[in-house]
């Protein structure tokens, strides 16, 4: 089955840049979206289709594409920024949802 | 701004079905698709499957046989069975609505708080 990878986890210290990547096969093809989920919480759409922000989303946060990887990157990141950050794609047919398994990030 | 609430017992026996609701408020439930996407306890996320306003479903290919998922337009409700559950369907469960314009894309864009389904006898 097709599968999203995501390192399991990023630490930085405040206000440096945080970079979470997401790799699969498919996209190139296919958007990817970014979901933050702080413990107990359900997860938040931070960006979507590759590089958008939603309203009221921070502009520290932003979204690459590069070939086979995605990137979230967090810039000036804060101690409310610490939760785990999920990447979404849908498999190479277009036809399936797909989570990455998920990156916790840390700041020091 | 559109609300999603799940709601539906907390605890299943094993072989037994889990059926969960959602109700949407703060707008209609037509004219967009709807998901149900879970996570077990400490895990990732895990989706399960969506449905449209006309009534077309989509699901995870490892759940399709034991999942089906409706809505109740007159309600504003859609609704999950997941049949013959063991604990390894032990989860918490959020219902989403869901953005896409086709080309394969889709992504969730308001969430449900979540609810936990624990299956133990």
């Known amino acids: 089955s097709y599968e999203l990878t995501q390192p399991p986890s990023v630490s930085v210290s405040p206000g440096q840049t945080a970079r979470i990547t997401c790799s699969g096969d498919?996209?190139?093809?296919?958007?990817a979206h970014w979901y933050q989920q702080k413990p107990g919480q359900a997860p938040l759409l931070v960006i979507y289709?590759?590089?958008a922000r939603p309203s009221g989303i921070p502009e520290r946060f932003s979204g690459s594409s590069s070939g086979t990887t995605v990137t979230l990157t967090i810039s000036g990141v804060q101690a409310e920024d610490e939760a785990e950050y999920y990447c979404?794609?849908?498999?190479?047919?277009?036809?399936?949802?797909?989570f990455g398994g998920g990156t916790k990030l840390t700041v020091l | 701004q559109v609300q999603l609430q799940e709601s539906g017992p907390g605890l299943v026996k094993p072989s037994e079905t889990l059926s969960l609701t959602c109700t949407v408020s703060?707008?209609?439930?037509?004219?967009?698709?709807w998901s149900w996407i879970r996570q077990p306890p400490g895990k990732g996320l895990e989706w399960i499957g969506y449905?449209?306003?006309?009534?077309?479903?989509n699901y995870n290919p490892s759940l399709k046989s034991r999942v089906t998922i409706s809505l109740d337009t007159s309600k504003n409700q859609f609704s999950l069975r997941l049949s013959s559950v063991t604990a390894a369907d032990t989860a918490v469960y959020y219902c989403?609505?869901?953005?896409?314009?086709?080309?394969?894309?889709?992504?969730?864009?308001?969430w449900g708080q979540g609810t936990l389904v624990t299956v133990s006898s």
């Open positions: 449905i449209y306003y006309s009534g077309n479903t």
């Open positions: 498919a996209l190139p093809d296919l958007y």
């Open positions: 289709k590759d590089t």
């Open positions: 989403t609505r869901v953005a896409t314009g086709g080309s394969g894309w889709f992504y969730f864009d308001s």
């Open positions: 703060g707008g209609s439930i037509s004219t967009y698709y």
């Open positions: 979404q794609s849908a498999d190479s047919s277009g036809t399936y949802v797909v």
